[in-house]
């Protein structure tokens, strides 16, 4: 882990840090062909940090013709598995040695903590990249059973050309989890980070460069979901869209997909995760501090957040006290300050959409928190709902505001931690060893963890059951199936020579 800085020193390094703001295409940075630019603001302070590259339909016409030349031409889709390893490794090692500034630059462009993006958000992208350079010469193809005549055999081969639809959220650490199996497998990627929080990518792709990646495979074209998400969407020269972001989004590259020229489409979408606790769950200081870091760690701007808690009567209210105890640990401010963990929401747009979920808390039994700390900052809030189907008990908030829910027995708890159109995440914290098993199976989530918040790591795949997800997983091995495509090749070995020469 990185030793961190002084909140001073922090300061510091990002009123002098370099900002990239055009887009990146065929190696190189552009403005847009429109020569427009959107301003990036700090969410934190604020203040305007840089003009960003606005583009257009245009540039998305240009970086996926790039990127299509280059897959074409093989100059990455063709190397050697051991060269593509070689190259993401040196990528992982420019990443490493320029860590500080990728965690200063996510910080201010997106409101995370410094805390966070030193000590997960960046090494955990290192990380990442890492993982899936090492997998790259270690994946065979299969030899399917056939006659002594034949040979069939099932291989894969790159996808092609994909677009990369990112969210705000951890702007790197997202784009990481889809370039290192698309660029591993062999894929020119068209990248296209929130408008939020766009200068972690175009920075990615400058070091991308640097570490060996050919011009061209690697592009980030910077805009508005709806300049640029929706064009690369229906555009009829991209083999796949990889998305990550909310279920509304998300439903429409499916029909932009049908529209046009039927790409693969993979979604990660919300999630509105449960945290089973029962009676009989052991060291409830432990299951308080697991709550909390899944209710509230990055502001609650996670699609895992443990966001709603169905706790049994026997133990709710001593819980809630130790729940209270460690949120107040919590502290709340200026993201550049080490020592804060509740950063500022993204924008003032979506500090507007959580507030209106404060609001809608006053109506209920409030437990802790339920306050503005100025403008983009939310203190942590419990609130306890008293109807199943209370708005804080079944929409993704997004933000620092965890919801209560008192069941009476096991059945009842999975039965209400089931009741949504969601199924990312989910946790049980139980000392039963039995009653942890059967709830894990019987709730429908894509990950369920148990006595523990947690999300898995790269070994595993992560994605969602029911309205969380579509097509695929990112993650672990099976990450790679989302960008490339089997190929039958069957080979006939009748011998007919003697035939022929009779
Ligand atoms: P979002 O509004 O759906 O945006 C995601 C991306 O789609 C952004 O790049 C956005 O661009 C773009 N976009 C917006 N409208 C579009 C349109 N009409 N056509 C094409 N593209 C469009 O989501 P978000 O608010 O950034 O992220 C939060 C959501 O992501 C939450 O729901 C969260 O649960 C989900 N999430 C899921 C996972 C997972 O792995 N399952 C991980 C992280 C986050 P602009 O913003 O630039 O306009
Ligand atoms: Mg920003």
């Not at 847009?32 to 016409?61: H, M, Q, R, W, Y």
């Amino acid at each position: 882990m990185a030793d961190l800085l002084t909140r001073a020193e922090y300061q510091a390094l990002a009123a002098a840090i370099d900002m990239p703001t055009n887009a990146f295409i065929d190696g190189t940075y552009r403005p847009a062909i429109s020569g427009k630019t959107f301003t990036s603001t700090n969410p934190a302070t604020g203040v305007a940090l840089c003009d960003i590259a606005a583009c257009g339909a245009e540039d998305v016409d240009f970086a996926v013709s790039k990127a299509r030349e280059a897959f074409d031409d093989g100059r990455w889709s063709k190397l050697h598995p051991a060269e593509r390893k070689d190259v993401l490794i040196r990528l992982a090692k420019l990443m490493t040695r320029n860590a500080r500034e990728l965690a200063v630059l996510e910080s201010i462009d997106s409101g995370k903590t410094i805390y966070d993006c030193e000590t997960v958000d960046i090494p955990e992208s290192i990380h990442v990249i890492k993982w899936h350079a090492e997998l790259i010469d270690k994946i065979y193809d299969q030899v399917a059973p056939a006659s002594d005549n034949h040979i069939a055999m099932v291989v894969r081969e790159p996808v092609g050309v994909v677009g990369l639809v990112l969210p705000w959220n951890f702007p790197l650490l997202m784009l990481a989890w889809k370039i290192g199996p698309a660029l591993a497998a062999g894929c020119s990627v068209v990248v296209k980070p929130a408008a939020e929080t766009t200068l972690t990518a175009l920075r990615m792709a400058e070091l991308a460069h640097e570490a060996g990646v050919p011009r061209g495979v690697f592009n980030v074209v910077t805009g508005s979901g709806s300049d640029v998400g929706e064009p690369l969407g229906r555009h009829m020269d991209l083999d796949m869209v990889s998305f990550t972001g909310s279920t509304v989004t998300g439903r429409r590259f499916l029909h932009y997909s049908a529209d046009s020229n039927l790409k693969e489409v993979v979604l990660e979408l919300g999630g509105k995760n449960p945290c089973v606790v029962l009676d009989d769950a052991e060291d409830l200081d432990a299951v308080a501090a697991h709550v909390v870091n899944g209710a509230f760690w990055n502001m609650g701007e996670n699609c895992s957040a443990a966001s709603r808690l169905i706790v049994q009567s026997g133990v709710k209210d001593a819980l809630l006290e130790r729940i209270k105890a460690h949120a107040r640990e919590w502290v709340v401010g200026d993201p550049l300050d080490p020592q804060v963990r509740v950063g500022a929401l993204v924008s003032p747009a979506h500090f507007k959409k959580v507030c209106s979920y404060l609001e809608a808390a006053q109506a209920e039994t409030i437990h802790l928190g339920g306050k503005i700390i100025g403008e983009g900052f939310i203190e942590p809030t419990i609130a306890e709902v008293k109807a199943r189907d209370a708005k804080l008990a079944v929409e993704e908030i997004f933000g620092p505001i965890l919801t209560v829910i008192e069941v009476a027995h096991f059945e009842e708890a999975i039965a209400v931690a089931n009741d949504t159109d969601y199924g990312l995440a989910a946790s049980i914290f139980t000392a039963n060893g039995k009653r942890a098993l059967r709830g894990a199976r019987a709730l429908r989530a894509g990950t369920v963890t148990v006595n523990s918040f947690g999300e898995g790591d790269i070994t595993t795949p992560f994605g969602g059951y029911k309205q969380s997800g579509f097509g695929g997983r990112d993650n672990s091995i099976h990450a790679h199936d989302q960008y490339t495509q089997l190929k039958t090749i069957w080979l006939d070995l009748t011998d007919t020579s003697d035939a022929c020469a009779d």
